[in-house]
């Protein structure tokens, strides 16, 4: 009986010799040999769902072009996107928008030594990198502060002074989900210490963080800001200083988590108060936890400001070291920090530039990308009174009167996924069926490329 000959893909060693001219010569054997087992099993794949086989040329060309690929400018695996969603804060969309002089400071950072711990004058071993640290304690008027990644991790090393078994008492309306399945009572158990619930979804009063408190076992009462919730109607929180108050007066300490902490007041931008980590300090809040990256508008960290043998327990909790930032994030957040002391946060920190954005230059914008379009496209885009969100976990249920463009022609489902699939990423959305492309969070230096994609898109 003849064997027909069934076709078989080269092997590793003759595809690599295929390859070697365009590989130049300083790339490791070990991973040039793992991407060539990938194309050779990649076409005996294809050879076996009935595909003729390929040249050895073309195989060479796969193989050459997915090394190069690995390290072209999007090798990092992001995308960069133009977010015209109008939401500041979008966690899916990586959050706040880093301002140039902590691009910078991080730069300097990652690419070189610095004196991360090393004392000038002494030659010894210092503390970690303070700038960040002593910036937040000029920001905030607290006794020390510290940094961790992020603030689930501020929260779970603050609440972790209750010790393993210890009391923590939170509300009923503030067991919350902080975002990505993190629940704040999982937090707390997770860091030993035992949870007490008091007061009720809707209202909880001084008196039920005092009937919890009386028999003095209690080490910590826990606040946590309803940073993306809004419960209204029949509702009661009691005032921050008489609950500090009472924990105090029964030896307990108060830990107020706020989330998005803004260092700025929003209710001069029109948004409703949100209450800055120095106010809560003066309320008697012995440690207050935020986040670097909601509207503080800066890198991903956790900050706990407030009393110095406080924080001096938690620098000593193995949990801080296990949760210690980057070099490059202490850079950038130094950085970050250092503008609102110089008074530049408004007008260098992205998302404060963006917050404060008149409607009026946005509608101008929108103008202009409409007016840019051809003739035969501006029939189907309109340009239109939109209302943008903080978003991020901040200002729930809060808007900015904004401007956009929307279209009201074809499908808006595709259009957006259309919009999302083209170059440059471009991510909008959706309102009473039209596509809505939302000016507020757009870079002004990218509105020639949305103004592209919508012409694309419409066809024109
Ligand atoms: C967002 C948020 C957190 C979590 O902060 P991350 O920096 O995202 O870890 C914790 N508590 C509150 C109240 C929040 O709003």
Known sequence: MARSEAPRPPSVERLLAAARPRLGAQRDHAALL???????????GRIASGAGPRELATLAEALVQGLESLTASHGSGLTRVINATGVLLHTNLGRAAWPAAAIRAAEVAAGGYSLLELDRASGRRGARF???????????????ALVANNNAAAVALAVGLAGRGGRVIVSRGELVEIGGGVRIPEVIRRSGARLVEVGTTNRTRVADYEEALTDGRAKVVLRVHPSN???????????????AALAHRHGAIL????????????????LAHEPLPGERLTAG???V??????????????????????IARLRRDP???????????LAALGATLGLYRAGLAQGEIPIWRMIAAEPAGLRTRAEAIRSGLPAAAQGKVGVEAVESTVGGG???????????????????????????RGEPCIVARIADDALILDLRTVEPADDAALGRAIAALVGA
């Not at 998005?260 to 929003?266: D, I, K, M, V």
């Not at 949990?319 to 994030?329: F, G, S, V």
Request: charge should be negative; charged fraction near 25%.
């Open 34 to 44: 793992g991407a060539a087992r990938a194309v050779v099993d990649d076409e005996r």
């Open 130 to 144: 303070r700038v960040a640290e002593e910036h937040l304690i000029a920001l905030t008027g607290g006794e020390d």
């Open 229 to 243: 919730f809004v419960i209204a109607g029949f509702t009661e929180t009691p005032d921050p200083a008489a609950v």
């Open 255 to 270: 830990i107020d988590d706020l989330g998005s902490g803004a260092l700025l007041p929003t209710e001069q931008f029109g």
């Open 285 to 287: 809040a012995d440690l």
């Open 289 to 310: 936890t935020f986040s670097g990256d909601k509207l503080l508008g800066g890198p991903q960290a956790g900050l706990i400001v407030g009393r110095a043998d406080l």
């Open 319 to 329: 949990l801080a070291r296990a949760t210690r930032p980057d070099k490059t994030t």
């Open 394 to 420: 901040s200002l729930p249920g809060e808007t900015l009167a904004s401007f956009g463009l929307a279209i009201r022609a074809g499908s808006a489902n595709r259009g957006l996924s259309e919009l999302r």
